[in-house]
């Protein structure tokens, strides 16, 4: 953990736009990287391990239909694109 000193100078080199931690990709300040860094590492993986590996595929086959102005069910249920929301499962369901 970096002391508070180390901190405000990692602070000001990200505000400055330097990538100080890694996956902070984008970033404008310290804390800022820091979260992006830890929801790259872990966001998708956790939804994948919900969801399990089908229903995961499932969701981005209906999020890749998705536009602007329709959802991608609308458009799914429009284009008679078949998305099996039955292998949806939450696995925090008990």
Partial sequence: MASGQERKELDA???KGEV???G????KSLEAQ????EGRSRGGQTRKEQLGQEG???MGRKGGLST???SGGERAAEEGIQIDESKYKNTTDK
Avoid: I, N
């Avoid at 902070?24 to 970033?27: A, D, L, P, Q, W």
């Avoid at 820091?34 to 860094?37: C, D, I, R, T």
């Fill in 13 to 15: 080199r990200a505000r």
């Fill in 20 to 22: 100080v931690v890694p």
């Fill in 24 to 27: 902070g990709t984008g970033g």
């Fill in 34 to 37: 820091e979260h992006l860094a």
């Fill in 56 to 58: 995961y595929q499932e």
């Fill in 68 to 70: 602007l102005d329709k």
